[in-house]
């Protein structure tokens, strides 16, 4: 039975990207050697890494004076990796504490200076983007998580501040465009729209070495791979080839634009299936939704094993939420179909027909509709 695969990371990559992935680690593009064997500072491998840098530059706009990085220990290195590089001991770096990445990386910067907690959603279960803050002009830089994977919440709007900004971009860099220069360094594991786990992209101004007083060792130091490439030890070689292959199939179907319509599309047909089913509901607050994973959770708690059992069984994979928090998580990252997440609404539903019976399901739909034509006929004010 085909999977239909809403996992949260690692996540569905293209059909295409993991056929040609397979074929190289047989043979690399005629050249008789697995891509498991080459040199990581052969020509070969040279190439895939300078255009899968090109590749992001062209794909996000990146403007001239930023870095495009390939490094490892995943996105949770970054959240020391940052404050080693920014934060000097004594001195202040501002945090949104949106959740549980959040506070790892608030966890880790304590090690290195002050940290400022200038919001915080916790006080309602991570489920909304705080709004209202101020954030210090002495404040070394301001770090934000753009999008919640574990709660569902998103940052539609990057705060407006005149210090420098730090996003953790993991689960929705590449889904939607954005403005690189807004930002002083950007990181994100890959393996939610890039790639496989292994490898974690870093795009960061060049001239973020030096912001420091303190002396780094030489691998967590940002100018040793600025410096060097991202090849100052070996890479990883096949994490690196599938990410380029992801970015040419990004280029190749249309680019961030395209897929940041298609993604608002499956966001909003999940979420619509959410919210007129009486069975469910969703978790975060609606303008802070994430257009990536959707959080929601069933009004009947005993229902939620079976639920997941059935949707197991019909080939959803993926849709237990993160173990601290529970509900339903459906990830809808760039690889996957709208059909999927059309066959995911029809499965909802249908769970719904068979628990809350036909009669309690159809009536409210039916008034949802009258409801609908009437606005189109008189004007809409739901939106206001
Ligand atoms: C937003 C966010 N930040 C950080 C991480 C941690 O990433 P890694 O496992 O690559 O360290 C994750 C993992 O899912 C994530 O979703």
Known sequence: ?????????????????????????????????????????????????????????????VPNEYDVLFLQGGASMQFCMVPYNLLDDGKTASYIDTGSWANKAIKEAKFFGNVNVVASSEDDGYTYIPKDYTISDKSQYLHITTNNTIYGTQFHQEPNTY?????????????????????????AGAQKNLGPAGVTLVITKKDIGN??????????????????????????????????????????NGGIKAM????KQKAATLYEEIDKNPLFKGVAHQDDRS?????????????????????????????????????????????????????LGRFILDSCYLRVGLLEVIVPLFFQALLKIQYSINGSHISK
């Open 1 to 61: 039975m085909k999977k239909h695969i809403f996992n949260a990371g690692p996540a569905i990559l293209p059909d295409e990207v993991l056929q040609r992935a397979s074929e190289s680690v047989v043979e690399y593009d005629g050249s008789d050697m697995s891509l498991l064997t080459i040199s990581h500072r052969g020509k070969e491998f040279e190439k895939i890494l300078e255009e899968s840098r090109q590749m992001v530059k062209d794909l996000l706009g």
């Open 163 to 187: 210090i420098p900004l730090v996003a953790d971009m993991s689960s929705d860099l590449f889904s939607r465009r954005i403005d690189p220069s807004e930002f002083d360094l950007i990181y």
């Open 211 to 252: 912001r420091v007083k303190r002396d780094i060792p030489t691998m967590l130091d940002y100018q040793t791979h600025i410096d060097k490439g991202s090849a100052f030890n070996t890479p990883p070689v096949f994490a690196i080839y599938v990410c380029y292959l992801t970015l040419q199939w990004l280029r190749d």
């Open 260 to 263: 940041e319509e298609t993604n």
């Open 291 to 343: 257009y990536m994973n959707a959080t929601f959770v069933i009004n009947e708690p005993g229902l939620e094993a079976t639920f997941l059992k059935e949707a197991e069984q019909e080939g959803f994979s993926g849709l237990k939420g993160h173990r601290s928090v529970g509900g339903f998580r459906a990830s809808l990252y760039n690889a996957l179909p709208i059909e999927e997440v059309t066959a």
